[in-house]
């Protein structure tokens, strides 16, 4: 600017004489052209449900060399670069970059695209909805008690942000006692203030709850439980077919516990808990050791680890309007193990896969010999033994076919090649022995 300004007044000194001084067109310099950035997707960027990878396009004219520069929100430093493509267009050059924005880079961003001299800049947006916090308040079961049948009206309110979230469904779910878990009862929608209300029929003794699932804008909630009693007659109950099994059994080996649960009236009682106890031989005291949820016959099973003697039975405790009981006594004597069969060292020798290399789809060969240690000396020994191959460039063995080794312990076998790659045997042990694996054999297959 400073050369045109001495150039003007030059021209007015000396007159028009001076003109032909002035640079012609062709050598004239010329300011670089840089177009507005354009951004795909188009801003705002949403990046609710992910990152999402957004690719900045822009072109300029009369320079070969362009930058464009990111600076994320409330950074007052010089932007970060981002990596360009360059195509060629005629007189225009088109460059492309693209950058990953996620939950992080939420905020107004600034861009500066920059070619020689020249520069343009701008801003665009990246969002992030969050979803609602809800919650499920005043929710209760009424009246507390009721007789067996009678409806029992439940109620609360959804909120959402703390304001009243209507049209929204809303699942009534009911755990019967002696359960662990809740079942879906009744759904109904939410009243534009977010209350809700139903009327449900109470046949059993158990706690209530409201459910709201979220949707793609709102998140899940779950109320707090009300407990509503159910009056019934008090009848009794048994427990029958008690049994703990095996007996004899060895210390350390599983017992099951199965029998059922029977109520007047009824042959079988589901959802009911019932627990196994233990005396110890010579003890007075029965302990606690298990327990199971009685099934749809009212059958029931259980298991322990049995380690001493003792009688085993099962106690139900009752519910109301169901007086408890106690099953017999299974006596179950527990014995020391015998100790385990002493097993003999193997080996695998002498593997050899060929020929080497092979044509495509014929045979490979593949030998060796499984011994076993006999008191120190090794002697060929009748087993199964399970092929292996490993693909060239690949780290998984594949297992391919099983063979026998004769009563000296060789072993012969053939299978066809397909692929490079490496062999061997592997024998996993039986009753006598323990397992061994051979070395490999490197094959090559041509073509």
Same mark, same amino acid.
């Given at each position: ?272 808990? #019932?627990?196994?106890? @233990?005396?110890? $031989? %010579? =003890? !007075?005291? *029965?302990? +606690? /050791? ?5 099934? &749809? ?87 199964? #033994?399970?092929?292996? @191959?490993?693909? $060239? %460039? =690949? !780290?998984? *063995?594949? +297992? /391919? ?5 004769? &009563? ?40």
């Amino acid at each position: 600017m400073l050369q045109r300004i001495r150039v003007a007044a030059l021209a007015v000194t000396l007159g028009a004489g001076a003109l032909v001084l002035a640079p012609t067109a062709a050598t004239a310099a010329v300011d670089p052209v840089v177009t507005r950035v354009g951004i795909n997707p188009g801003p705002p960027i949403d990046v609710t449900n992910g990152a999402v990878t957004a690719t900045f396009r822009f072109a300029t004219k009369g320079t070969d060399k362009a930058e464009l520069q990111l600076k994320p929100p409330g950074d007052i430093s010089v932007g970060k670069p981002v990596d360009l493509t360059p195509t060629k267009d005629g007189d225009w050059t088109r460059w492309t970059g693209t950058r990953s924005f996620d939950s992080a880079n939420a905020g107004t961003w600034s861009w500066l695209a920059i070619a020689g001299g020249t520069s343009r800049g701008g801003t665009f947006e990246v969002v992030f909805k969050k979803a609602l916090d809800t919650k499920i308040v005043d929710f209760g079961a009424s009246p507390d008690v009721v007789d067996k049948g009678d409806l029992v009206k439940v109620s609360g309110r959804l909120l959402a942000d703390g304001k009243g979230y209507g049209g929204q469904a809303v699942v009534i779910t009911f755990r019967e006692r002696g359960t662990d878990a809740y079942r879906h009862v009744t759904k109904v929608t939410s009243r534009a203030d977010g209350s809700f209300s139903a009327a449900v029929r109470a046949d059993e003794t158990g706690w209530w709850r409201a459910e709201f699932t979220g949707t793609s804008v709102a998140k899940g909630s779950v109320s707090d439980t009300d407990r509503v009693d159910v009056r019934r007659g008090d009848v009794d109950s048994r427990i029958v077919g008690f049994d703990a099994r095996p007996e004899p059994v060895d210390k350390g080996d599983r017992l099951t516990f199965g029998g059922a649960l029977q109520v007047e009236g009824r042959d079988g009682v589901p959802g009911e808990r #019932v627990s196994i106890y @233990f005396r110890a $031989a %010579g =003890s !007075h005291r *029965w302990e +606690y /050791v298990t327990s199971d949820v009685t099934g &749809s016959h009212g059958r029931f099973w259980a298991s322990a680890t049995a380690q001493t003697s003792g009688w085993w039975r099962a106690e139900y405790a009752g519910a109301r309007g169901v007086r408890g009981s106690v099953s017999g006594a299974d006596w179950v004597q527990v014995d020391q193990p015998a100790p385990a069969p002493e097993k003999a060292d193997s080996r695998l020798i002498k593997f050899n896969a060929y020929p080497e290399p092979v044509k495509r789809g014929k045979y490979v060969k593949v030998t060796g010999k499984l011994q076993i240690d006999d008191e120190g000396t090794w002697e060929g020994y009748r087993g199964k #033994v399970a092929l292996y @191959f490993k693909r $060239a %460039g =690949s !780290h998984k *063995w594949q +297992y /391919v076919k099983t063979t026998w080794s004769n &009563s000296s312990g060789s072993l012969y076998t053939k299978v066809k090649a397909y692929n490079s790659g490496r062999w061997r045997f592997v024998f996993a042990g039986d009753d006598d022995a323990y397992g061994d694996t051979s070395g490999s054999d490197y094959v090559r297959v041509k073509r």
